[in-house]
């Protein structure tokens, strides 16, 4: 992060250019090649997939179904440690996310009209689990976690093989897993994985929703497997992972930089922005991330993703909410003197990191929010992922005879207007049944009356 942009001394195109993510190399050549792979999974299946592993994983066999003897050998692996913060992480994403359940609501909108609004588990759901340089337990969490407290009837999670040899999954992804009760765990990555999630082959179901972050492969493969009818939807768009530290003199410089090489670590198409009124902050800040960067294992990564990463100097606060609110970070990070009273300004955020003590680490694992998030400035209007993402929501309604009677006239004559004669004879056959059945009911009145 060797640039420092005065944000006043900017012109509008500066300013833009400021704010601008990362270009995605060569994305014409990369939506081809994963055109090709989803091609090839639709075309030769289970084949297909063994093949790929063979290239891109260098695996001659791939027996993709994890089976359950090789994940409880992989469980007793398992760091007692790193067992017991694992289901601390899961217990407090399972409190927050079982908080959000949905409620079936029904409400009469007119006389003997009733209306509901009913929620239902997605039948089948696929998980991608990135593993590649860092295995990623903790997204196993964020998605089973939700899956299983909808109810989802099938949850599949897919992960990338380990070299050499099929089935060397980190043991953390495991563990998470069966806590979230996943026992179907295929071990594909990629492109391919995406593929096979959306159309299904021999021994991978087709699944109706997939979640989960990825590289660019996978990012791609989920557009293009979410815009063909035969596909499957998925969770949202998302990129490279990004956040913006907005901070005053009242930050700790030390805790800015490492909020900042947090993200810069995950990979070097990653972004870091640092948005402040005060020049000694990101002068420190700055001095700190070179001090740090010398003390980790993924400092080239980091120094990568800090290149097309800067500082930039506002006037004041306020000035910086609104850049803040321009950029809409995926992970927002809030360190000043007045906290509380800022965060309700902020409305293009996935997720807001308020105060000293809560770093963007805090969400990614075990605070209980989610970590899966909208990228490339999506959080303008994509929200964070939640329990209600696997949910489908649907209607309900039913008209008695007085429902007919109420707002019957009112359907004619909207049906008449749009001249959709076919929509106004189905009420107006309903409404001449109900006369008839006034008539006779008034004629056998009027009888009894004699």
């Not at 500066?14 to 995605?24: H, I, S, V």
């Amino acid at each position: 992060m060797s640039r420092i942009l005065d944000w006043q001394q900017l012109s509008g195109e500066g300013q833009q250019a400021a704010l601008a993510r990362p270009e995605l190399a060569d994305s014409a050549s990369l939506s081809a090649q994963v055109a090709d792979i989803i091609a090839q999974v639709r075309r030769d299946g289970d084949a297909a997939l063994v093949r790929l592993s063979q290239q891109f994983d260098g695996l001659e066999t791939n027996p993709l179904l994890l089976d359950s003897q090789q994940r409880q050998q992989l469980i007793a692996q398992l760091d007692p440690k790193r067992k017991a913060a694992i289901e601390l992480a899961y217990d407090n994403i399972r409190k927050f996310h079982a908080a959000q359940t949905p409620k079936d609501i029904e409400i009469e909108t007119s006389i003997g009209v009733f209306c509901q609004l009913r929620n239902r588990a997605i039948a089948s759901v696929g998980l991608y689990v990135p593993g590649g340089s860092a295995p990623l337990p903790s997204t196993v969490l964020m998605l089973g976690v939700p899956a299983q407290l909808a109810g989802c009837n099938r949850t599949v999670l897919v992960t990338p093989p380990g070299k050499p040899a099929a089935g060397d999954i980190a043991p953390e992804i495991i563990y998470a897993a069966e806590l979230c009760d996943i026992d179907e765990i295929y071990t594909i990555g990629g492109a391919q994985a995406i593929a096979a999630l959306a159309y299904g082959t021999a021994s991978i179901a087709k699944v109706d929703k997939i979640f989960g972050p990825g590289n660019r492969y996978v990012t791609e493969a989920k557009q293009q497997v979410s815009q063909d009818a035969k596909g499957a939807i998925i969770d949202m768009p998302a990129g490279p992972s990004e956040v913006l530290v907005m901070a005053d003199d009242n930050a700790n410089p030390a805790f800015v930089a490492a909020d900042l090489l947090s993200q810069a670590e995950h990979g070097p198409d990653s972004q870091v922005l640092l948005v402040s009124p005060s020049m000694q902050l990101i002068e420190q800040t700055m001095i700190q991330v070179e001090k740090q960067l010398a003390t980790l294992p993924r400092a080239d990564i980091a120094r990568q993703a800090l290149s097309h990463s800067r500082a930039i100097f506002t006037a004041d606060l306020a000035t910086a909410v609104a850049v803040t609110n321009r950029y809409a970070p995926e992970h927002l990070i809030v360190q000043t003197c007045c906290d509380d009273e800022l965060v309700d300004q902020f409305d293009s955020a996935g997720s807001i990191f308020v105060g000293p003590w809560t770093p963007e680490s805090a969400g990614d694992y075990v605070s209980g929010t989610n970590h899966v998030l909208p990228t490339y400035g999506y959080s303008r209007s994509v929200s964070s992922l939640s329990l209600i993402d696997f949910y489908r929501r649907y209607t309900v309604q039913r008209l008695t005879e007085q429902g007919m009677r109420t707002i019957g006239p009112a359907i004619v004559t909207l049906a008449e207007a749009e001249q959709l004669d076919a929509h106004a004879l189905a009420v107006s056959l309903r409404l001449q049944e109900l006369d008839k059945q006034d008539l006779s009911v008034q004629r056998v009145e009027s009888g009894n009356d004699n």
